[in-house]
């Protein structure tokens, strides 16, 4: 390891490294950062100890990832393909979000409960669940963070919304 490379940085010191780059942080998300030149605009979004680093001022961003790489240990994983459930794909004209990947992932996790019982994904229109309803599940701690990450998955499958919302109340 680069002894002049620090392994932990807080989340204020990454702050002041991007600002002084010439970064503004977002009034919207803390984790956003834009660097507006007269060559375009460059964005910064960091999660946890990952980052994505796109706009269309090229320079500016080759800049911060050389910047960047003598102050932090980092990796450049080059065009972004998947990143916190989200499948990116590219073309020339636009950029293609999907989540069949995290979709699969949650099927997956779902057929792991013993005792889940497969219906038709049609529901009635007015249908209210109750807790009461059906059988206890023993524990339904796992029931709970697939409920979760099924509404993580509405923001790109709106029309799955109102059924989690039902099943959210249970």
């Known amino acids: 390891m680069d002894s002049n490379k620090q392994l932990m940085l807080g989340f204020e010191d990454f702050c002041n490294a991007i600002m002084s780059a010439g970064f503004r942080q977002s009034h919207h998300d803390p984790a956003l950062f834009v660097s507006d030149t007269s060559t375009g605009r460059a964005c910064l979004l960091l999660y946890v100890d990952d980052m994505i680093i796109f706009g269309d001022d090229k320079c500016t961003i080759h800049k911060i990832k050389q910047n960047f790489n003598q102050i ?7 065009f972004l393909c998947y990143f916190f459930g989200l499948e990116i794909a590219y073309s020339q004209r636009n950029y293609l979000l999907y989540q069949h990947k ?6 997956f996790q ?7 019982k497969r219906l038709d994904t049609s529901i009635e229109l007015n249908i209210k669940l109750y807790a009461t309803d059906g ?10 963070q697939l409920v979760e ?20 109340h249970v």
């Open 110 to 116: 779902a057929r792991l409960m013993d005792d889940i």
């Open 149 to 168: 990450k099924l509404i993580y998955l509405t923001i790109y499958r709106p029309y799955i919304a109102y059924v989690m919302h039902l099943v959210s």
């Open 102 to 107: 995290y979709a699969s992932e949650i099927v």
């Open 72 to 78: 932090f240990e980092m990796k450049d994983l080059g």
């Open 135 to 144: 059988e206890l599940l023993s524990d339904s701690t796992f029931y709970h």
